[in-house]
């Protein structure tokens, strides 16, 4: 259970395997989307979202998901924005096929867009918002130094990204949590290893500042997450 934290660990998650089985990826979805609502993973996003929408309910608020999985973080949004009468159109894209399936079946009664593609090459134009949620860890430096330069450019106002803290605490919580739950073997690999891949404040300081977004805000939320937040 104890492993070295002190550089980002370059190994593998399980559900990165394009030819992991479908009935495992979904169980690992609905594990993941417990999880997020479990330890309060949706209302960080939500909160970066309020930031930047303000009290404009004047327009209809494009807000795209990149990496969007099962799409359980469009659903709160969803859910969020109807309560509070905030008109939006909500796009999710994923490169795996089988969560955009997923998606699409979990999401009949919600008025979402679903897109299976690279998501360098079919983010909507009028997009104003962009997020992703527990994506950015996935990804090597120089992937993730691109995809911060896309969100900077296509994201009319601003973005918005949830992402974990790479963090003892952390790393052990998670081991022990998905082990009493008795997670599927999807979760219990993947969800400590996420946090052994995830970062420290200077690295998304260091990070977000060759993007040449420092002016973003970086906070620190509970439980053991970073939000960062982009505004032009």
């Known amino acids: 259970m104890i492993r070295s934290l002190k550089q980002r660990v370059d190994e593998p998650e399980l559900l990165d ?25 949706h209302a960080i996003t939500i909160s970066g979202l309020k930031g930047l929408i303000g009290g404009d309910r004047s327009r209809t608020w494009t807000i795209t998901d990149l990496g969007c ?10 859910h969020w924005a109807g309560k509070h009468q905030i008109p939006v159109r909500l796009v999710g ?8 399936r997923y998606a699409q079946r979990a999401s009949q009664s919600y008025n979402i867009e679903w897109i299976c593609a690279d998501f360098r090459e079919a983010i909507p134009a009028d997009t104003d918002i962009l997020i992703n ?12 130094k691109e995809l911060l330069l ?3 450019n296509k994201a009319r106002r601003g ?9 003892q605490v952390a790393f052990a919580s998670i081991w022990i949590l998905t ?6 073997r999807l979760v219990r690999h993947d969800a400590p290893l996420s946090v052994a891949r995830s970062f420290h404040r200077h690295e998304w300081l260091t990070r977000l500042s060759e993007a040449g977004l420092a002016s973003s805000r970086l906070s620190w939320r509970w439980a053991f997450r970073w939000q960062v937040v982009y505004e032009k």
Request: proline share 4%; with cysteine; glycine share 10%.
């Open 159 to 167: 973005f918005v990204i949830n992402d974990l803290q790479r963090h």
């Open 133 to 144: 949620s527990l994506f950015c860890h996935h990804l090597d430096d120089s992937s993730l």
């Open 150 to 152: 896309l969100m900077k």
């Open 179 to 184: 082990r009493l739950l008795n997670g599927s």
């Open 17 to 41: 395997d394009p030819g992991i089985p479908e009935g495992e990826l979904i169980d690992n979805l609905k594990e993941l989307e417990w999880i997020n609502r479990l330890l309060g993973g």
């Open 69 to 78: 999985g099962g799409g359980d973080t469009l659903r709160a949004i969803s």
């Open 93 to 100: 894209i994923d490169l795996n096929p089988a969560c955009i």
